[in-house]
């Protein structure tokens, strides 16, 4: 049973913004903090963002600044703003809880910044 199904992902050029989305069921999103991942070629999944179900966001240092999490509770759906893009930010993303849950790892969607 898929719960969670990211979308957004592409081609942009440096400097350029994306926004990703998150669709999550609602016995899911109504109750757990949500945050965003990704994952490079034979590494780990790096937490970028989360937020809570009162809306406190974290950040990774990598990201600050550049990078906004948001949810919206009519949609279900929790959402990450990309500007500023670099090409160090080429990667698959993924949602998840947050933190994250074994459980609840998706397909992502891939991210590439190139010119």
């Known amino acids: 049973q898929v719960q969670l199904v990211e979308s957004g992902g592409g081609l942009v050029q440096p400097g350029g913004s994306l926004r990703l989305s998150c669709a999550a069921s609602?016995?899911?999103?109504?109750?757990?903090?949500m945050g965003w991942y990704r994952q490079s070629p034979g590494k780990e999944h790096d937490f970028l963002a989360g937020?809570?179900?009162?809306?406190?966001?974290r950040y990774a240092d990598s990201v600050k600044g550049r990078f906004t999490i948001s949810r919206d509770y009519d949609k279900n759906t929790v959402y990450l703003q990309m500007n500023s893009l670099k090409p160090e930010d080429t990667a698959v993303y993924f949602c998840n809880l947050y933190p994250s849950s074994e459980n609840y790892w998706g397909q992502g969607t891939q991210v590439t910044v190139s010119s």
């Open positions: 937020i809570t179900v009162s809306g406190t966001t």
């Open positions: 609602k016995t899911i999103f109504s109750v757990n903090a």
